[in-house]
């Protein structure tokens, strides 16, 4: 069964230092794999999704994430954090026999000024 | 271009009531999904319609169903309200479901029952 993983329920970053909100997956087959932000009160908005080809993504708002084959690990990455990126950070990844989308528990960033 | 729209923002009910959500997709979309974001409980996938059929559905009771017009907006229907049913019911749209496609979320309906 896929499955996502979120470890960190909060990651608190000072604005100006890189950030990371890391995540793991497991899947049968091949990893489709995305990153969505939701501000509060707010939908989900899609930040970026690995499908195939390069291991670095780039996505919106200068947010990237690296896939790692060998650690199962989609992890979310911005060189310089901004006061405007605190919110709720969610991994999924698409489950091949359904097409649902598997959310991991979310992890909430929050950039100190 | 418009995103995905969900009516109504709000939606307060009593227990044993019925609940009726509506989502309209991006135009040129034919696949709905509906999810509940339930406090502590992440977001859990409830139904996905595609061209009209329903295609699969989360692990939820049969209370909870829905449907698909033509024009490939969606309803979401809850039978029998209970208090756990109190969440935020997520909709997005694909542009065919399968292959590689996002999923693009509407800004959601917190139902509320009491």
């Known amino acids: 069964a896929q499955s996502v993983a979120q470890p960190e329920d909060q990651v608190n970053v000072a604005e100006g230092n890189p950030l990371t909100v890391k995540c793991t997956y497991s899947?049968?087959?091949?990893?489709?794999l995305f990153w969505y932000v939701q501000y509060p009160n707010r939908g989900l908005q899609f930040l970026l999704k690995?499908?195939?080809?390069?291991?670095l993504v780039k996505g919106s708002y200068g947010f990237e994430a690296e896939f790692n084959k060998s650690q199962t690990s989609f992890h979310l990455k911005k060189p310089s954090a901004l006061v405007s990126d605190s919110a709720l950070y969610f991994c999924?990844?698409?489950?091949?026999?359904?097409?649902?989308?598997?959310f991991g528990t979310g992890t909430r960033l929050k950039v100190l000024a | 271009e418009a995103g995905v729209t969900q009516s109504p923002t709000h939606l307060i009910k009593t227990r044993g009531q019925q609940a009726t959500l509506r989502c309209s997709p991006i135009?040129?979309?034919?696949?709905v999904y509906w999810y509940q974001q339930a406090l502590g409980l992440g977001l859990q996938f409830l139904l996905w319609?595609?061209?009209?059929?329903?295609?699969n559905r989360g692990n939820f009771p049969p209370r909870f169903s829905g449907r698909q017009f033509p024009n490939y907006s969606s309803e979401l229907n809850v039978n029998a309200l209970e208090l756990e049913d109190s969440a935020l019911y997520l909709c997005?749209?694909?542009?065919?479901?399968?292959?590689?496609?996002?999923?693009?979320f509407g800004p959601g309906t917190r139902l509320t029952v009491l």
């Open positions: 899947v049968s087959g091949n990893p489709y």
């Open positions: 319609y595609d061209e009209g059929e329903e295609r």
């Open positions: 999924a990844v698409r489950d091949e026999g359904t097409y649902k989308y598997i």
């Open positions: 997005a749209s694909s542009e065919d479901g399968g292959g590689t496609d996002t999923q693009y």
């Open positions: 690995y499908i195939t080809g390069d291991n």
């Open positions: 135009s040129g979309h034919t696949s």
